[in-house]
């Protein structure tokens, strides 16, 4: 592995490169053109075999070890947000209105220069490596779902992603076996009522006062409806009515989000929240319209290979320590990879060293410490790399590397 990771250590520079030129060019889900076709462009200049357009703005890549073995992926995502970049730095966006706002650029330089090393000692090494490279995992349907369906998992044993992760420190990796990131749902409720002139309320069926009561309703769901021993989110994130100071708006609009990791629970809430909805609508005589959106799965990760993955970081360079962390009720389509073949998703901690840079996921002001690249590319080069020779051990849950 030395070897190897001494091959990371000397591209480190452009993997610098490579990140900040995607972060200046972000581009949003499902619109991700230029950046799928630079991915492509640096895999062809290999000599790589490389696929496009796989599930819309996918791009994989495959590369054939010298030796007979497992068929290993890793991911990375690459679309940006539609968030302004408040950074004072060289490298700050150049697209108005848009960003990598949750560290997507580094996730596709770790991956092509990961890919590279790979590519460069293929001779040398066994198996097969699939470098899967999705379009838009931050909106619903998301890029994972169509790109399995497109054969990106095909003949696929095992499959390792990472995030990193801004409010850990550099040095730290994150893993969790089971569930480690959350169901993220949508629902929309609309209230009917009937409007009138603020003077006069008694004539009016008041939409404002029927959804501010449903929105306290609504949280006592998770408070008295859910087992206690199960963790689920209910938020009301947008609440949005009327036109006028002094006129009674006919319709209120509440949308929000549903956090679950139990399939059992994560139906629970859905019709609990249509229950609840009917009940105050009727108490103050209007009626509603609701409509809820299943979006991600649970990103439920496999024990014996989340135990193989903790087994590894610890000896990467530049890993100071390896933590089993709590669930996140954040979302993430590598849920589906998951729900195909044997993997495990972590974080690796890029927290920014200077306290004043560190701002969370989805911030105008967002980095991270590009050192973590570093990290992060060896922990998933070790991992592909390594699992040659300790499949016939994983499946019998005797795990030595």
């Known amino acids: 592995m030395d070897k190897l990771e001494k091959a990371l250590d000397a591209y480190f520079d452009d993997m610098v490169k490579v990140r900040r030129y995607l972060h200046m060019h972000p581009e949003l889900s499902f619109r991700e053109y230029n950046t799928a076709k630079y991915i492509a462009d640096f895999y062809k200049n290999l000599g790589v075999d490389v696929r496009t357009n796989v599930g ?3 791009v994989v890549a495959k590369i054939k070890g ?3 073995g497992k068929t290993v992926a890793l991911r990375a995502d690459f679309d940006a947000l539609p968030i302004q970049d408040e950074k004072d730095v060289p490298y700050k966006s150049t697209v108005p209105g848009v960003m990598h706002a949750c560290g997507h650029d580094g996730h596709t330089s770790v991956l092509l220069h990961v890919a590279k090393v790979l590519f460069e000692h293929k001779e040398e090494l066994a198996g097969e490596y699939i470098m899967i490279h999705q379009h838009a995992e931050e909106y619903a349907p998301g890029g994972a779902k169509s790109m399995i369906e497109d054969g990106c998992l095909e003949n696929v044993d095992v499959i390792f992603g990472t995030h990193l992760w801004a409010t850990e420190p550099t040095g730290r990796i994150l893993y969790r076996s089971g569930p480690i990131m959350a169901a993220a749902d949508r629902f929309q409720i609309s209230i009917l009522g009937k409007g009138g002139h603020g003077a006069h309320p008694n004539m009016t069926k008041d939409s404002i006062v029927t959804a501010a009561q449903l929105v306290v309703q609504l949280q006592q769901i998770v408070s008295r409806k859910v087992d206690p021993l199960e963790s ?3 938020s009301v994130g947008r609440f949005n009515a009327g036109n006028a100071f002094n006129v009674i708006s006919d319709r209120a609009e509440l949308e929000g989000t549903v956090r679950t990791f139990s399939e059992e629970v994560r139906s629970q809430i859905e019709a609990e929240i249509e229950q609840v909805t009917k009940g105050v609508v009727l108490t103050n005589g209007s009626s509603y319209e609701y409509e809820f959106s299943r979006g991600y799965p649970a ?5 014996a290979e989340t135990e193989y993955l903790a087994a590894i970081a610890k000896d990467v360079p530049g890993v100071k320590e390896v933590v089993e962390t709590a669930p996140s009720m954040g979302g993430e389509d590598f ?3 998951l729900q195909h073949v044997k993997g495990t998703f972590f974080f690796t901690g890029a927290k920014p060293v200077n306290e004043e840079d560190a701002f969370p996921h989805h911030h105008p002001k967002f980095d991270i410490d590009e050192r973590a690249m570093l990290i992060a590319a060896k922990t998933l080069l070790r991992a592909s790399v390594l699992y ?3 499949g016939e051990q994983l499946s019998e849950k005797k795990i030595s590397v």
């Open 388 to 390: 040659q020779k300790t």
């Open 56 to 58: 819309g703005n996918g």
């Open 232 to 234: 689920a989110v209910v």
């Open 299 to 303: 990103v439920v990760n496999h024990e």
């Open 335 to 337: 849920a589906y990879y």
């Open 66 to 68: 010298g030796k007979p």
